[in-house]
């Protein structure tokens, strides 16, 4: 596994941004640590799914590269494999919810036309995908339970932990499980002593649950303000989250929101709130990581101005 | 003069931040140039001014140390002064107009309370400040026109220099003058080659008008939403300008709009107006500085989301 990071890792140096890491003197003081932002919010299409969509395409069955790609996904994703897909010259289709923000759609149509909505929940989704999958023959790239995309996000984790071998922690948001899955392989096969902790919205915490539980756990509602944290933990991601994880944090919305004004307005860089949710979750606890060099993801910074009040 | 920045910038070491430089490939494909972000929007209380402000209290006269300073501004200086005054232990006072915005206030408010309110405009502020001086034994620090204030912006670019000595072109916004004074003697005094190019909102045009005319001009009306530009060219600032910048550029209140709506929701970091108008004069004449390294000064990131639609 090792090698296979370290080379698909070398592979998407052509296409991916290195993306910076940064330090506040605000949040070490507030925390009682030394914290490491890497900022995937500066990846192209404005989240670490980007890595994933290069890494899926370039290792797609050859069969499929006349024909093209097919994801269902409402954010980053899409226009992260749409855009990906533009640059591999790789047709691509993407299932949408009908409810999609404006900015979100148009970010998308400027790489591919073929969108098809849908309505607004997973099984829609899934449904209308097999129904194209029927009469098109297309590649089916699932966003985040998928081994091309897990190694493709393990890249990030890679450049961290080779630029800052004194991380003790590195914290990652779970949704899906892709992010957490990719960060967890490279760091436990980069580093001797680096542990990942999980940070999840309580109000969606089935991977929380699903660590206590030994099996899948589901969320009855997606009701929270972290837009990209609202998929279900996904069978590939599981497992390796059981193996390579050490422990989940969650935290309210409030804390969310109350860390999500901190970075915008004092750090001054623009993420969404699902990159809130680990700072959030390293303030909670912060009495628990003292004076330890902490790695916090910032995922993506694809947020509505528009519709947000602070 | 080459002494003094050195030694000014060492000593700012332990109360500044050094501001990361960012790059941004999207940007660098759009103006068909390398340019290079320096991030004074992540400086302590969010704009430069905190250089200027930590450097003026430093070498205030010793007989007001116990009384302490002064200065009236509604904006990023009483912010950047009432912190370095609070962070030096000097009493802090500050005269700011009645029409200051909540956010601004309250950030100030946190370092002192002595904030007396004025009408919203420079006579009133200048007259209500020399009130208070009949009274009171305070320095009065001007947010611009002064030589420490000066000396303290030029840490920022010195920093920039010595990092990336290729770079061909600095470009810095201009307000009252004391960033682009400071930046200019710092470029030239540190970097054979580099240019000093200046920024301004075609709406408050002084600068651009003075270097004309070889006299300070005035501006009609303050009509900028570059809210940190619209204070007059200062008489310090003035002849060092005209020694050492190379030109200034325009841009129109549109072309700062479209500047800031790119750094904030493509580039995903925080800035105020006043940074987006370099970016613009950038855009806007990217002909000019073809496959060039180009350096952009992000003066601050202190912007109220609330009152702002894309």
Same mark, same amino acid.
């Given at each position: ?14 296409f ?30 404005? $989240? ?5 969509a290069i890494?899926?395409i370039k290792?797609m069955?050859?069969?499929?590269k ?17 855009r990906a897909a533009y640059e591999l010259k790789i047709?691509c ?15 998308? #149509? ?48 890679? &450049? ?31 580093? &001797? ?16 649950? $699903? ?23 996904? $069978? ?16 309210? &919305? ?5 860390? #999500? ?50």
């Amino acid at each position: 596994m090792r090698d296979i990071i370290l080379s698909v890792t070398k592979d998407l140096q052509k296409f991916v941004i290195k993306t910076p890491v940064l330090r506040f003197d605000i949040i070490d003081s507030l925390c009682n640590c030394n914290v490491f932002f890497k900022c995937e919010n500066f990846q192209h299409t404005g $989240s670490f799914k980007y890595r994933a969509a290069i890494n899926a395409i370039k290792n797609m069955p050859v069969e499929f590269k006349q024909t093209g790609v097919i994801t269902h996904s409402s954010g980053n994703f899409a226009h992260a494999l749409a855009r990906a897909a533009y640059e591999l010259k790789i047709p691509c289709h993407l299932v949408m919810p009908n409810n999609t923000p404006n900015f979100k759609k148009s970010s998308v #149509l400027s790489y591919t036309k073929n969108v098809i909505e849908c309505e607004s929940n997973l099984k829609a989704r899934e449904f209308t995908t097999s129904e194209i999958l029927k009469n098109k023959n297309l590649y089916f790239i699932h966003p985040s339970n998928n081994m091309d995309v897990i190694i493709g996000n393990s890249s990030c984790a890679l &450049e961290f932990i080779i630029d800052y071998p004194n991380l003790d922690f590195v914290f990652s948001p779970i949704g899906g499980g892709g992010l957490i899955a990719g960060t967890s392989i490279a760091i436990n096969n980069f580093s &001797e002593h680096c542990q990942v902790i999980g940070a999840e919205p309580s109000n969606v915490d089935d991977a929380y649950r $699903s660590l206590i539980s030994g099996k899948i756990e589901f969320n009855e509602s997606t009701n929270t303000i972290a837009d990209g944290l609202r998929t279900n933990l996904g $069978s590939i991601n599981f497992p390796i989250i059981q193996n390579y994880v050490n422990e989940i944090l969650l935290v309210s &919305e409030d804390e969310i929101m109350d860390s #999500l004004d901190i970075i915008i307005n004092k750090l001054k860089i623009v993420v969404e709130p699902s990159s809130a949710v680990v700072l959030a979750a390293l303030i909670k606890n912060n009495k628990k990581f003292k004076n330890k060099n902490i790695g916090l993801i910032m995922c993506g910074g694809n947020i509505d101005f528009n519709s947000l009040k602070f």
